[in-house]
Nanobody, 123 residues
Framework: QAQLVESGGGLVQAGGSLRLSCAAS????????MGWFRQAPGKEREFVAT????????YYADSVKGRFTVSRDNDKNTVHLQMNSLEPGDTAVYFC????????????????WGQGTQVTVSS
């Protein structure tokens, strides 16, 4: 099975930036899509962003449009989530996910998940 490992989380002040990474291994990801999801304390998991592995096409949740950018490095089987202008509402555990086929904002359609990395944004 594919293995996904997130990194780059941490504590940052509001208005600051963080860059998350997701290293994927154990499979060939051409034709796959990668997603970022997050889950805040007491909240349901929500979609953040997704990227098509082959084309680089992206889609974002309205809450992060203009602030977050998802990208990928095909040679390294790694995807990134650049988070700018962070707000306290962005505080959550961020998860990387992967699925075969077209990108999707629906978490249950993803086949593989990382362990998550904590992002905390202070006021």
């Amino acid at each position: 099975q594919a293995q996904l490992v997130e990194s780059g989380g941490g504590l940052v002040q509001a208005g600051g930036s963080l860059r998350l990474s997701c290293a994927a291994s154990g499979g060939t990801f051409s034709g796959w899509s990668m997603g970022w999801f997050r889950q805040a304390p007491g909240k349901e998991r929500e979609f953040v962003a997704t990227i098509n592995w082959n084309t680089g096409g992206t889609y974002y949740a309205d809450s992060v449009k203009g602030r977050f950018t998802v990208s990928r490095d095909n040679d390294k089987n790694t995807v990134h989530l650049q988070m700018n202008s962070l707000e306290p509402g962005d505080t959550a555990v961020y998860f990387c996910a992967a699925r075969r086929g077209l990108y999707s904002s629906i978490g249950r359609l993803y086949d593989y998940w990382g362990q998550g990395t904590q992002v905390t944004v202070s006021s």
